[in-house]
């Protein structure tokens, strides 16, 4: 089992950048592939981006391409996402999951509580 801990979101002006850390309990974290999604209210939840466990292969979702960059340290078992160029219609409560990554990029067990981020234009 993995325990998932958010932070680092908070309110920025658009422009700006913020960096999400999701911290994992376990000694399993580097079998996993990890994940961040977001949801928007009234929004389903979506993926934003995934990483595999060795960190070789990364997936973003296309609004998102260019601006955010997803990252793992296996040694601090932590993943974490750096949010730049940050626009109104990122905000949204940021979750990070984990899972086996059979249904890649998709496929996660294990759920954070969220993190809000809020951009103003």
């Known amino acids: 089992q993995v325990q998932l801990v958010e932070s680092g979101g908070g309110l920025v002006q658009a422009g700006g950048s913020l960096r999400l850390s999701c911290a994992a309990s376990?000694?399993?974290?580097?079998?996993?592939?990890m994940g961040w999604f977001r949801q928007a209210p009234g929004k389903e939840r979506d993926l934003v981006a995934a990483?595999?466990?060795?960190?070789?292969?990364?997936y973003y979702a296309d609004s998102v391409k260019g601006r955010f960059t997803i990252s793992r340290d296996n040694a601090k078992n932590t993943m974490y996402l750096q949010m730049n160029s940050l626009k109104f219609e990122d905000t949204a409560v940021y979750y990070c999951a984990a899972g086996s990554g059979g249904n890649w990029p998709y496929g996660y067990d294990y759920w954070g509580q969220g993190t809000q981020v809020t951009v103003s234009s």
């Open positions: 376990g000694r399993t974290f580097r079998r996993y592939v």
């Open positions: 990483i595999s466990w060795s960190g070789g292969n990364r």
